[in-house]
């Protein structure tokens, strides 16, 4: 079945400093989804990307589908508090009706 | 806050015992979805309700089974429980069919502990 892999799994930042997360699918995407958990919590959506090259920006957050649609990215500048949680990108899985979540990434921001 | 309720947020189960978690979808929603999550993990999908008719299915064995109401309201019920069913389950709702690219809305989830 599909699945999507997400790097690093964990990454721990000064506030202040930058973070990125990648992920990535072995076959093309027709779109894809950004969700935030915070700890304790439950996933929260944050975008859809769709076109290829697509870049989006929330306030410090830029996200970004690759060319051949196979991966995508997510940008935090200037990382705060705030901004701790686990990030899952996720995809739709076509027939099977079902958002099949990438394996996500940690993000620890230290004050 | 999505608009998603869950009930109960906590419970405590023991080894082949049964539970039904509850969820109500967001007000104009009529699509909800169920997902398991274990401890440092994502979400796993398990099924998807529309029209109260299951309408796609994870792989989940049929000891997790599902039911959606005429007010789109669900019921996730699991039968004989076994200890790697302790996780969070979440249900989320959304108006469009699941894979029409729509984004789901998550309750807070049900923290199911099994013993």
């Known amino acids: 079945g599909q699945q999507v892999m997400q790097i690093p799994q964990y990454q721990h930042v000064q506030e202040g400093e930058d973070f990125t997360t990648y992920c990535n699918s072995s076959t093309t995407l027709s779109n894809i989804q950004w969700y935030k958990q915070r700890p304790g919590g439950h996933p929260v959506f944050l975008i859809q990307?769709?076109?290829?090259?697509e870049v989006k920006k929330q306030k410090r957050l830029t996200f970004q589908f690759g060319e051949a649609k196979k991966n995508s990215s997510l940008h935090i500048t200037a990382t705060q508090t705030t901004d701790v949680g686990t990030y899952f990108c996720a995809v739709w899985g076509g027939a099977t009706n079902k958002l099949i979540f990438g394996t996500g990434t940690l993000l620890a921001v230290q004050p | 806050e999505t608009g998603v309720t869950q009930s109960p947020t906590h419970l405590i189960k023991t080894r082949g015992q049964q539970v039904t978690l509850r969820c109500s979808s967001q007000?104009?929603?009529?699509?909800v979805s169920w997902y398991q999550q274990a401890l440092g993990q994502g979400p796993q999908f398990i099924f998807q309700y529309y029209r109260e008719e299951e309408n796609g299915r994870g792989n989940f064995p049929p000891r997790f089974s599902g039911l959606q109401f005429p007010n789109y309201s669900s019921e996730l019920n699991v039968n004989a429980l076994e200890l790697d069913d302790s996780a969070l389950y979440l249900c989320?709702?959304?108006?469009?069919?699941?894979?029409?690219?729509?984004?789901?809305?998550f309750g807070e989830g049900s923290r199911l502990t099994v013993l």
């Open positions: 007000s104009g929603h009529n699509t």
């Open positions: 989320a709702s959304s108006f469009k069919l699941a894979g029409a690219t729509g984004e789901l809305f």
């Open positions: 990307l769709v076109k290829s090259g």
